[in-house]
């Protein structure tokens, strides 16, 4: 009867070398094991992935760049606007003294 119940618990998994070893069953071995490699992979991908804070950081400069862009081509803008509108002012002005 006790080989039978030696039997029974080693393949229960109550006697088995990684429980006796590490004190964790085969199968919480396994579990832990997958945890470990998935927590890894997500720890990559926020480092080295799309949303990594070099990333971003470099997003906000050139975030930065952009809107130094814009005031300039705004000021630009309105420059030429205002040389457009001197621009009009002048033809209109010479298309009365020579059309009269």
Do not use: P
Not at 38 to 46: C, G, P, Q, R, T
Not at 54 to 75: A, F, M, T, W, Y
């Amino acid at each position: 009867m006790d080989i039978k119940q030696n039997l029974l618990n080693e393949i229960d998994g109550a006697n088995s070398t990684s429980k006796r070893l590490f004190g964790v069953s085969l199968f919480k071995s396994l579990f832990y094991l997958i945890v470990a490699i998935l927590f890894a992979l997500y720890v990559n991908l926020l480092v080295n992935g799309s949303n990594s804070l070099s990333v971003i950081e470099n997003l906000e400069d050139q975030r930065k760049i952009l809107k130094r862009e814009i005031e300039r081509l705004k000021q630009r803008n309105g420059y030429l606007q205002q040389q457009i509108f001197k621009l009009e002012v002048v033809e209109d002005s010479y298309r009365e003294e020579y059309t009269k």
